[in-house]
């Protein structure tokens, strides 16, 4: 499966952006599909997971209750809605996928086989 990450740009803080995953190849539907940032000089982190066997959602505590990751399967992509984005949310964010992960895998970036190329967010004050 091929993915492509879309959405990035610059906001301010407080704004809100949606990031898109898009998939080809093979329907993501069978895919547990994750979202991943890395900051300038950073680790890659886990930022959120969208189980496909169960329809489980993830995320990390830096972004419960302000991100939401869904997907659209008629589409075969999967969405990072980000509202009330800080500073700190400021990193390229990277989606991927993988057919086999289990729940304590899902956080772990390198447990994915299939990546799309990044899309930056800026966050300014």
């Known amino acids: 499966v091929q993915l492509q990450a879309s959405g990035g740009g610059l906001v301010q803080v407080g704004d809100s952006l949606r990031l898109s995953c898009a998939a080809s190849?093979?329907?993501?539907?069978?895919?547990?599909v994750g979202w991943f940032r890395q900051g300038s000089g950073k680790e890659r982190e886990f930022v959120a997971a969208?189980?496909?066997?169960?329809?489980?959602?993830h995320y990390a505590d830096s972004v419960k209750g302000r991100f939401t990751i869904s997907r659209d399967n008629a589409k075969n992509t999967v969405f990072l809605q980000m509202n009330g984005l800080k500073t700190e949310d400021t990193a390229v964010y990277y989606c991927a996928a993988d057919q086999r992960l289990i729940s304590s895998s899902l956080r772990s970036w390198r447990q994915y086989d299939y990546w799309g190329q990044g899309t930056l967010v800026t966050v300014s004050s």
């Open positions: 190849g093979r329907t993501l539907s069978r895919y547990s």
């Open positions: 969208f189980k496909w066997n169960d329809g489980s959602s």
